[in-house]
C-alpha cells in the first residue's frame, strides 16, 4: 500500500504540473504573452512546482528534514542524473548564456543557501529574501527576452504554442479548470509522497533527510526528467542544460524561500548532515558545471558518464553512511584519495587544453 501510495502521489505529482503548466501558458498567451516569456517564467515554475509542492507540504506536516532534503538532492540528482543521462544520449550543447549568466546566478544561489543555513535553520526572513530574489530574477528574465534574437523567439514559440481557436483548451474556464486541478494534484500528490516517505524511512531505518535527498528528490524531478530526455532525443540540446540550470535556481529561491516562509517563525530546520555534507555536495556540483560547460561549449558522454557515476557514488555513501556500515571508511577514502583528485585533475587538464584549442 505504501509503495502504491508512492507512485500514485508521483503520478499525482507529474500530472498536476502537466496541467497546470498547460492551462497556465495557454491562458497566459491568449492574454498577449510572448511565447518567450510564457517558457521562462510558467514552464519553469511548472517543472519546480512539485519540489515546492512537497517542500511546503512537508514544511506544514512539521517534517522539515524532508522539505530541505528533497530541495538539496533535487539539485544534486538534477545535475549529476538528468545532465548524465542526457549527454549520454547524445552530446549536450550549451549556450554561451548559459555559462556568463545561468550558471553563475545558480552558484550564487546555491552560496546564499550555504550562507542563510550556517545557523542551522532558514529563518522567515530568510525565506522572504529567498522569493524576493526569485521574482527580481524572474523580473529580469522577461526584461531580457524583449531584446533576445527572433531565433530565440521563434524556438520558444515552436515548444509553446497558443491554443488553437476552435480547440478543446481554447476557451478561458477550460484553461481555468486545467489550473485549478493542476494545483489540486499538486496538493494530493505532495501528501501522498511525502507520507510514503515517512513510512519507508521509517521501514528502512535511515532519518527523513535520507529519503527526501533520494527518493523524494528523484521523484520531484521527473518533470525535469522528461523535459531534458525528451529534448535530447529530439535534439533540442540547449533546452536540456536550460531547463535543469533554471529548474535548479527556481528550487533554491522558489521551494526553499517559501518553505521557510511557510515554517513562520520557528524557521525551516536544516539538519547538520545537510549543512556539513549534502550542501557542499550541490555547491560543488553547480561549481563543476563550469569547467565542463566550459570545454568546447559541449558536456561529452564520457562527461555526462562521470556525471552518473558520482551520483551513484553519492547514494551509495548515503546508504552506507545512514546504517552506519563498516565499509563506509573504506569508500570514503577511495573516493577522497583517489576517485575525486583524478576527476579534478581531468577536469583541469580538459578545461585549459579547451583553451588552448580555441586561442590556437
Known sequence: MTILMFLAGLAGLIAGAELLVRGASKLALSFGISPLVVGLTIVAFGTSSPEMAVSVGAVMDGRTDIAIGNVV??????????????????????HIQLIRQEVPIMLGASLLLLVLAFDGRVGLWDGAI???????YT??????????????????AAEVKPAEAGGWDASLPVQLILIVAGLGLLVL????????????????????????????????????????????????????????VGSNTFNILGCVGLSGIAAGSAGLGVPPSVLNFDIWVMLAVALACLPVFMTGREI?????????????????????????????????????????????????????RGRSQSAG
Do not use: C
Open 73 to 94: 538532492g533535487s539539485n544534486i540528482f538534477n545535475v549529476l542524473f538528468i545532465l548524465g543521462l542526457s549527454a549520454i544520449i547524445t552530446p549536450l550543447v550549451v
Open 130 to 136: 529567498l522569493v524576493g530574489l526569485m521574482l527580481a
Open 300 to 352: 561529452a558522454r564520457w562527461e555526462g558518464g562521470v556525471f552518473l557515476l558520482y551520483y551513484v557514488a553519492y547514494v551509495a555513501y548515503l546508504i552506507l553512511a545512514a546504517q552506519a556500515h563498516d565499509a563506509l571508511g573504506t569508500f570514503s577514502a577511495v573516493m577522497m584519495g583517489f576517485v575525486v583528485p583524478i576527476t579534478v585533475i581531468t577536469l583541469v587538464v580538459v578545461l585549459l
Open 189 to 244: 500528490g505532495s501528501d501522498w509522497l511525502v507520507d510514503a516517505a515517512i513510512v519507508f524511512a521509517k521501514a528502512l531505518g535511515v532519518s527523513d533527510v535520507v529519503i527526501g535527498l533520494t527518493i523524494v528528490a528523484a521523484g520531484t524531478s521527473m518533470p525535469e526528467v522528461a523535459t531534458s530526455v525528451m529534448a535530447a532525443f529530439k535534439g533540442e540540446r540547449d533546452i536540456a542544460v536550460g531547463n535543469v
Open 139 to 156: 523580473v529580469f528574465l522577461i526584461v531580457q527576452s524583449r531584446r533576445e534574437t527572433q531565433d530565440a523567439q521563434d524556438e520558444y
